[in-house]
């Protein structure tokens, strides 16, 4: 967290959910110049327009410091968690595997939905009292949810998934 | 253990098709991977299988059937079972235009079709010479037993038909009208786009009834002579064609 113009600014993923995690990743690869996609970062983190017209060079390179060296993930998967009473399960070994058919469900998602993050972690994460983990309203339900988890403790999951799918996907086409 | 194909040989015509029809669905790439991966080891892709099968494991698999990227042999069969491929010269005019009409409405699927009009039941004669049965069977029942021919089997038939009927058509060609070409031309206007759309629309209504209106002409609007026609070798049809036509006769 970082206090610029009397806001505090979020600057690390533990202090961000999911879906704040992932309107942020959604700038930064946007094709926005520099400043332009600091700017909107700041709007996704809740600074008013006052604010942000307020703000000097400093304050931007100030944040665009404390955000870079606030990015490490945890290396631990998480094997589950209970949330609103029920139990979401992403595996039972010793560690993740990620499955072929998950896989198949997360490049879908991926191609077509801006909240893909919170898609994967659905896919990945099975309600133990659901039978029909694929079915398009499982997804989306546990998608909804689990916007609200916290980034720096599930992100692992996506660096590790999306790191997979583009390793297999160059050993496909090459 | 699952058992996977190890070639094109193994690969069915109707898993083909599905195979086909996946590849032509999406483009989602493990999406598509993993539902040809079902086809090929002919289970459903809800199987309980793919609920454990690791991005890993399965890639194993998938270097195992790098084959299905490359073209499909060719290994033409002369006897199927209880048929025996037809030589194409001997085919009747009324074959030759089901094929033709068959694989222009759909030249995937009806792949079958084309094998049950060109292999046919045979025996020998008195004089052992060998005879085909008649084209009076059933050819969408026929076409089953195709279904689980290996595709190789169908291709390579496609593949030779598709020689046999390039050939034909060259050796008669001056009986094929060229097509009026299908690209409007975009700097004519007025009276002459008139015209040219005019002509464009007619071709096209001609080149729809072109094989009705050929037999039409040869049966000299005669309707209940069209079954004799049919009946006729294809080159016999073509070669009166062309006589009539060198001859100017019409």
């Known amino acids: 967290m970082i206090e610029l113009k009397g806001f505090n600014f979020k600057t690390s993923i533990n202090e961000m959910t999911i879906a704040e995690w992932q309107l942020i990743s959604n700038i930064v690869y946007s094709e926005d110049d520099f400043v332009e996609?600091?700017?909107?970062?700041?709007?996704?983190?809740?600074?008013?327009?006052?604010?942000?017209?307020?703000?000097?060079?400093?304050?931007?390179?100030?944040?665009?410091?404390?955000?870079?060296?606030?990015?490490?993930?945890?290396?631990?998967?998480?094997?589950?968690?209970?949330?609103d009473g029920r139990t979401y399960v992403a595996y039972e070994g010793d560690e993740y595997v990620l499955k072929l058919k998950d896989l198949s469900y997360i490049e879908k998602s991926c191609k077509k939905e801006k909240n893909f993050f919170s898609l994967m972690l659905a896919i990945v994460f099975k309600d133990t009292d659901v039978i029909n983990h694929y079915s398009e309203w499982e997804i989306n339900r546990k998608a909804e949810l689990f916007q609200h988890l916290n980034a720096g403790e599930y992100l692992n999951y996506i660096t590790f998934i999306t790191e997979k799918l583009a390793k297999k996907l160059e050993n496909m086409n090459g | 253990m699952v058992d996977i194909p190890k070639s094109w040989f193994e690969i069915t015509f109707n898993q083909y098709i599905e195979l086909f029809e996946i590849e032509q669905s999406t483009d989602i790439e493990f999406n598509k991977t993993f539902e040809q991966l079902a086809v090929l080891l002919d289970i459903s892709s809800d199987d309980p299988y793919f609920d454990e099968l690791s991005v890993d494991e399965a890639f194993k698999i998938?270097?195992?059937?790098?084959?299905?990227?490359?073209?499909?042999?060719?290994?033409?069969?002369?006897?199927?079972?209880?048929?025996?491929?037809?030589?194409?010269?001997?085919?009747?005019?009324?074959e030759?235009?089901?094929?033709?009409?068959?694989?222009?409405?759909?030249?995937?699927?009806?792949?079958?079709?084309?094998?049950?009009?060109?292999?046919?039941?045979?025996?020998?004669?008195?004089?052992?010479?060998?005879?085909?049965?008649?084209?009076?069977?059933?050819?969408?029942?026929?076409?089953?037993?195709?279904?689980d021919c290996s595709i190789v089997f169908v291709e390579s038939l496609f593949d030779s038909w598709l020689n046999f009927k390039s050939n034909?058509?060259?050796?008669?060609?001056?009986?094929?009208?060229?097509?009026?070409?299908?690209?409007?031309?975009?700097?004519?206007?007025?009276?002459?786009?008139?015209?040219?759309?005019?002509?464009?629309?007619?071709?096209?209504?001609?080149?729809?009834?072109?094989?009705?209106?050929?037999?039409?002409?040869?049966?000299?609007?005669?309707?209940?002579k069209f079954e004799q026609i049919f009946s006729q070798k294809l080159i016999l049809v073509f070669n009166i064609l062309s006589m009539r036509k060198?001859?100017?006769?019409?």
């Not at chain 1, 970062?41 to 410091?65: H, K, N, P, R, T």
């Not at chain 2, 270097?63 to 002369?78: A, G, Y």
């Not at chain 2, 629309?201 to 080149?207: A, L, P, Q, S, T």
């Open chain 1, 37 to 83: 996609k600091y700017i909107k970062i700041f709007q996704a983190l809740g600074a008013s327009d006052d604010i942000i017209d307020e703000m000097e060079e400093s304050d931007l390179i100030a944040f665009v410091d404390e955000f870079s060296k606030n990015t490490q993930l945890s290396t631990v998967k998480k094997r589950g968690f209970e949330l």
């Open chain 2, 246 to 250: 060198s001859l100017g006769v019409d």
């Open chain 2, 96 to 147: 030759f235009i089901d094929i033709e009409n068959f694989l222009a409405a759909d030249p995937i699927q009806n792949k079958i079709l084309l094998c049950s009009i060109l292999y046919k039941k045979w025996k020998f004669d008195e004089w052992g010479n060998i005879i085909f049965e008649p084209y009076i069977y059933d050819i969408n029942e026929r076409a089953k037993l195709f279904q």
């Open chain 2, 168 to 224: 034909f058509m060259k050796n008669y060609e001056q009986l094929f009208e060229k097509d009026v070409d299908e690209k409007f031309d975009e700097e004519v206007s007025g009276a002459d786009a008139k015209e040219q759309k005019k002509l464009m629309i007619e071709d096209k209504k001609r080149r729809k009834w072109s094989w009705e209106n050929l037999i039409w002409n040869l049966s000299s609007n005669d309707i209940t």
């Open chain 2, 62 to 94: 998938f270097d195992k059937i790098r084959w299905l990227k490359s073209p499909i042999p060719k290994k033409i069969e002369k006897d199927f079972n209880e048929y025996k491929l037809i030589d194409f010269n001997d085919l009747t005019f009324g």
